[in-house]
């Protein structure tokens, strides 16, 4: 069963310029979630999908950012434009079906600097 | 807010030597509770968890973990590591019938063999 994969690994951009990172989740799971982690600091929670309808987005630091998941299965996150405080590893995950509190399958992450 | 809390930044330990990770959260009401790791070049995956019943739930690779409420602490342990331990861990939290997974710092072991 392939896992949860996730693109680029890495991307290196100036301030100012558009990324786009995308989140293709395990088949079949309905949630999608997408997370931060800043240097050293947790992972924090940005937002969660059930199928193509988010159903939290308290994360999301602000409007720069854009998450999607047309058709409810991969999910592209969008910064634009990309300022310095941006960069972390930006980590998706997914779990099965409606049952809070399941485990979470993660993605390696995406790198994202930006300079 | 809900929070976690990890004492413990960078952990070294020799092999064989018993390994104990503080964790922390706050939030009043019933919660569910899981320890994550993540090895050196793979993703995170998840070590154990607790959602009721036995306070002591023992996970992969000779991990337990002990839930005191009183105390709201859920610290990873384990009697003797190995140094394929090495890794960074992270405790999280989610309320009852919550989706929404919140996670420590995290804490970075390293083993030395």
């Known amino acids: 069963e392939a896992g949860v994969t996730q693109f680029p690994s890495h991307s290196v951009i100036e301030k100012g310029q558009t990324v786009t990172l995308r989140c293709d989740p395990i088949?079949?799971?309905?949630?999608l979630y997408w997370y931060r982690r800043v240097m050293g600091k947790e992972i924090k929670f940005l937002l969660h999908?059930?199928?193509?309808?988010?159903?939290?987005e308290s994360g999301m630091p602000n409007n720069r950012f854009l998450a999607e998941r047309t058709g409810g299965t991969y999910s592209t996150l969008k910064v634009q434009p990309a300022e310095l405080e941006d960069s972390g590893v930006y980590f998706c995950?997914?779990?099965?079906?409606?049952?809070?509190?399941?485990?979470?399958?993660f993605g390696s992450g995406t790198q994202l600097s930006v300079l | 807010a809900q929070s976690v809390s990890q004492h413990n930044h960078h952990v070294i330990l020799s092999e064989a030597a018993s390994l104990e990770l503080g964790c922390n959260y706050s939030?009043?009401?019933?919660?569910?509770l899981f320890w994550y790791v993540q090895y050196p070049g793979q993703h995170l995956q998840l070590l154990l968890k607790?959602?009721?019943?036995?306070?002591l739930v023992k996970g992969i690779k000779g991990f337990e973990a002990e839930f005191i409420k009183s105390k709201f602490s859920f610290n990873l342990r384990k009697p003797s590591v190995q140094w394929s331990d090495t890794a960074e861990y992270f405790c999280?939290?989610?309320?009852?019938?919550?989706?929404?997974?919140?996670f420590g710092a995290g804490t970075r072991l390293f083993v030395k063999a």
């Open positions: 995950a997914s779990s099965p079906g409606q049952t809070p509190n399941e485990k979470l399958f």
């Open positions: 088949s079949g799971h309905d949630n």
């Open positions: 999908f059930v199928k193509e309808s988010k159903q939290d």
């Open positions: 939030y009043g009401g019933t919660v569910n």
């Open positions: 607790y959602f009721s019943g036995d306070p």
């Open positions: 999280a939290v989610t309320t009852t019938g919550g989706f929404k997974t919140i």
